[in-house]
């Protein structure tokens, strides 16, 4: 079964410039997060989708950052505008069921973002 | 609040030889463990996960791990390292009630040959 798809792989960009990032999950699943993982950190959540519904939001920095998961299936995040800050990984994943916990997480490649 | 403790940053070992990454974890809840491996440019892959049950959990690729309440620990071993081990890992808990991943700072694990 194909795994969780990203896209791009690899952004560079100029600072106050948006961009966005894609992310397509395993056939199937209900629940879709966005990752940040800075360099040499270990990946922090920035939302949790359940279907379409946006169930954990906390860490999102709403000022710049913004997602949708329209139809429940396929994810966008953007970022607008753009900081030096931002260069990051940044990992989608998905699971089967979100509630409970204990369901395993299938990350996609990440997209790596470079803010000059 | 839940944190991870990862408490080597770097483990440099020889080929076939035993390892042990260490993970501690904090929470006033009820927790499930996991452990994620990251090889360069790709994403994280499950290497094992505690549920419930036994302490003693055994993973891909050979590695297992032991759920010690008392102590807060989920340390990760594996009895001969190869080559191809060289790679991230990371500990991870979630609150039982919730799928949010809390992540340590990561182990960065070198297989000397």
């Known amino acids: 079964e194909a795994g969780v798809v990203q896209s791009p792989r690899y952004k560079i960009i100029e600072k106050k410039q948006p961009v966005a990032f894609w992310c397509n999950p395993i056939?199937?699943?209900?629940?879709l997060y966005w990752y940040l993982q800075n360099l040499g950190q270990g990946p922090e959540l920035l939302i949790r989708?359940?279907?379409?519904?946006?169930?954990?939001d906390s860490q999102l920095p709403k000022d710049r950052f913004s997602a949708e998961r329209l139809k429940g299936v396929d994810s966008t995040l953007k970022i607008q505008p753009a900081e030096l800050g931002d260069s990051a990984v940044y990992l989608c994943?998905?699971?089967?069921f979100g509630q409970g916990g204990g369901d395993t997480q299938y990350f996609g490649p990440g997209t790596r973002l470079t803010v000059l | 609040a839940q944190s991870v403790t990862q408490l080597d940053s770097q483990v440099p070992v020889f080929e076939e030889a035993p390892v042990e990454l260490r993970c501690n974890y904090s929470?006033?809840?009820?927790?499930?463990l996991f452990w994620y491996v990251q090889y360069p440019n790709q994403g994280l892959q499950l290497l094992l996960k505690?549920?419930?049950?036994?302490?003693l959990v055994k993973g891909i690729n050979g590695f297992e791990a032991e759920f010690n309440k008392s102590q807060t620990s989920f340390h990760l071993r594996k009895p001969s390292v190869h080559i191809s081990d060289t790679a991230e890992y990371f500990c991870?808990?979630?609150?039982?009630?919730?799928?949010?991943?809390?992540f340590g700072q990561g182990t960065t694990l070198q297989v000397k040959p």
């Open positions: 994943a998905s699971s089967l």
């Open positions: 056939s199937g699943h209900n629940t």
């Open positions: 989708y359940e279907n379409e519904e946006a169930v954990d």
């Open positions: 929470s006033s809840v009820s927790v499930y």
């Open positions: 505690y549920l419930s049950g036994s302490t």
């Open positions: 991870a808990v979630t609150p039982s009630n919730t799928g949010k991943l809390i």
